[in-house]
Structures are given as C-alpha cells and as structure tokens.
C-alpha cells in the first residue's frame, strides 16, 4: 500500500454508476505528497518544456494526437520498439495489478519498462517531469490523481487511445491532455474470523474491537486516510461539505479504546496487527491475497469513490512508447489494460462499454465488492475544506 496525497478535484464516476455528482482523487499506499493545489499550479506553470521531438519514419511522435495520425497502430508499435523504453513513475507493484501490466506490456513489445520512484505521489510526479525533461530520465506517462491533472495540463500532451469513444465524456479531458484510467470506493477491510460480519460502521465502536481499527496514514497527510474519515462522517449522517462528523466519530473510537495509529499495510494485516482498516476497496480487497478470512465491505450510507488518470509528458524522451503504453493501458482485450485492473480490483473507466460488448472480464468483476449505496464524490472544494479542518482539529481529536 502506498500512500499519496491530493485534493479531489471535479471529474466523473465509476464507469458503472450513472448518477455522479461531483468530483474525484484516489490514492494512497506508502506515498507521500506536497501540498495543495496552489502549489501544483505553481509547479506546472513555474517549468517550461522541451519537447524531445523524436521521430521515426518521418513522424514527430511527440506531437502524433493519435494512432491514427501517426500513420496507424503498425507504425506506432514499430516506433515504440525502435526507441526500446519508457519511464513510468509511482507505479507500486502491488497497486491496482500494476505489477502485472508493467511485465505483459514489456513481454509483449519487447520495451524495457523503467520504473521510476514507485513510492512518488501525484505532486512528486510533476516535480519530477520539470526537473528532469530534456533528459533520458524523465517520466514519459503519469498516473495522478485529478487535482493534479487539470492543475499540470501545460505539461501533458494531447493523446486519444482508439477506445476514446468508450471513455464517458465527463471523465477525460476535451483533447486527451489527461483521461481518467480506474477508480474504487472507500471500504473497510476487516478479518473475519476475528469480527462477526461488519454491516455497519458504528459496530466499530463495540467492545470486541480495542485497538483494531486502522487507518491507511495520517488524514493530514494522506488522500485516503482522509477519504476514510469522510466515508465515516457520511456513515454518521454528515455531508461532504463538513468532515466534523467524522473526525468526531474517530474521536469516540480513540475513547473507546478502538483505533490505532499504525499505519496499516499488507505486513500489518496479516501480522494481526490491524484487523480492521479503512481504505480503497482494491487496495483492501489486494491487501492479502488469497486470504479467505478477509473481507471488504463498503457501507451503503457511505459509498465513497473516485478515480485516477492517465497524462502523458508533452516533453517525453520516449514519446512512441508512452503513446503505445496508453493504447495498451486502454485496451478492451482480455490480456489488456482495462481488464488487467479489473483483476487487480480496480474498476476500469470503460466497464460501461465492456459490459455492453462482452470484452469485460466477468470472472473479475463479479469479484468486486458489491457497492449498493448512492456514490459520493468529492469537489475540489469539499476536499480542500476537510484537509484543512483536519488539519487543525486531527490531533486533538484523537489525543
């Protein structure tokens, strides 16, 4: 598990909830991240770039907006395979089956896979693209969240995959500068061979629970420790406008002797140490595989989502391979990148549209946490205003 940090920022649902009504962010493990979003604007418009300008057989494929344009998905491959590497950066291994995607890609083109400070969060990525463009070592593609996204447009590159069509307009920018890639909900992750069934969170507050429920980093500093806090303050009756409900509902748990300050991670669920945790159904349900005594429910008062996206570095050394990364990333076939999140518990931004044309891997998705409630997404604003109420009432509350 990692952990990153951002604000939430107006984007669009799980692909396969239709009514949405804000806007979303996701990540956590063991990452890290900066600051705000003022701060992300600062560092987006504080850079220029260079363009590498690599070509191959006469085209420019740091400005190609599309296989297409560039002659085809023959050509790109082939230009892909002549520059022989991509840089990917803060791709954790064990988040959302990248591990997996990173080794089919390499397998199946033949392009070495560098992969760049997996722990990075979203900020980190862009810091790391204006430092090092103009050289070898830059990140060619990101995966950030979408505070991040729309704050860095300046540095991306236009791009449509071929499945452009079965992206929901709501959920990719109007030219391709960035296109959400996967999502989850807020879940808790429970042991059940220790619990009885958790069907709702004021369970927690019982007796059989002392010192057992965790969160996935400190809400000050992580998105999905505090999307954990909000997922609570849903579950209490408060709105996404105040997190006051939930950090109050922690506050009683710390009374009762109930929560834990460990960070929770794959090591401390199986030492025992955090039998209960808080965080995104697929980092929960990925969190110990093949482990049948662990559980994922996501509570239907407090269905909390958000997802991801996909931007390419308008500077990438390898400007081919990033475009071929994203077409695989995209891909609706079985052994391709939508599905291959889907199998990592995440949930693809086509779901929708494979679910209408059979390429959906069924087996997979049956496997995701049932979701029953009506989904929450965040607005750059509501998520502004509960990190900065956290910030000042966090500690204290939990004291």
Not at 32 to 56: D, E, P, Q, R, V
Not at 220 to 243: H, K, Q, R, Y
Request: charged residues 10%; neutral net charge.
């Amino acid at each position: 598990m990692t952990v990153r940090w951002h604000f939430l920022q107006t984007a669009g649902p799980p692909p396969e909830v239709g009514n949405w009504t804000g806007g979303t962010d996701v990540r956590t493990s063991h990452r890290y991240a900066l600051t705000g979003l003022a701060a992300l604007t600062l560092l987006a418009a504080g850079c220029g770039s260079s363009s590498s300008g690599s070509s191959s057989g006469g085209t420019n494929w740091s400005t190609v907006t599309s296989a297409a344009a560039g002659g085809g998905m023959s050509k790109l491959i082939a230009a892909a395979k002549k520059e022989g590497t991509l840089n990917v950066i803060a791709l954790p291994a064990d988040w959302a089956n990248y591990g997996t995607i990173i080794k089919d890609f390499s397998a199946e083109y033949g392009i070495k896979v560098n992969s760049i400070a997996p722990d990075d969060s979203s900020a980190q990525e862009v810091t790391q693209i204006q430092q090092k463009n103009g050289t070898s070592l830059a990140a060619d593609v990101l995966d950030v969240g979408m505070s991040v996204a729309t704050a860095s447009t300046s540095l991306f590159a236009p791009y449509q995959v071929a499945t452009w069509s079965s992206i929901p307009a709501s959920q990719k920018s109007p030219n391709g500068q960035w296109v959400q890639d996967y999502g989850g909900y807020m879940s808790v992750g429970y042991n059940s061979s220790k619990f009885p069934s958790i069907t709702s969170l004021s369970q927690l507050l019982g007796k059989q629970f002392k010192s057992a429920v965790a969160l996935n980093g400190n809400p000050t500093e992580a998105n999905a420790a505090l999307n954990g806090v909000m997922m609570a303050n849903l579950a209490e009756g408060g709105t996404a406008d105040s997190i006051a409900d939930g950090v109050n509902f922690f506050h009683k748990l710390k009374a009762a002797g109930n929560f834990t300050p460990v960070q929770a991670t794959p090591a401390t669920i199986k030492a025992g140490t955090t039998p209960v945790v808080f965080n995104w159904d697929y980092l929960n349900t990925a969190a110990v595989v093949g482990q049948t005594n662990w559980k994922v429910f996501i509570p239907a008062n407090a269905t909390l989502g958000g997802f991801y996206a996909q931007a390419i570095n308008k500077s990438a050394p390898h400007p081919a391979a990033a475009r071929l990364w994203q077409e695989f990333l995209y891909s609706q076939a079985a052994t391709g990148g939508q599905n291959l999140w889907l199998e990592g518990g995440a949930r693809p931004v086509e779901q929708a549209a494979m679910t209408s044309n059979g390429t959906l891997n069924k087996t997979a998705a049956a496997a995701l946490p049932p979701v029953t409630g009506t989904p929450v997404f965040l607005t750059q604003t509501q998520a502004t205003n509960a990190a900065t109420y956290l910030a000042a009432n966090w500690a204290k509350a939990i004291s």
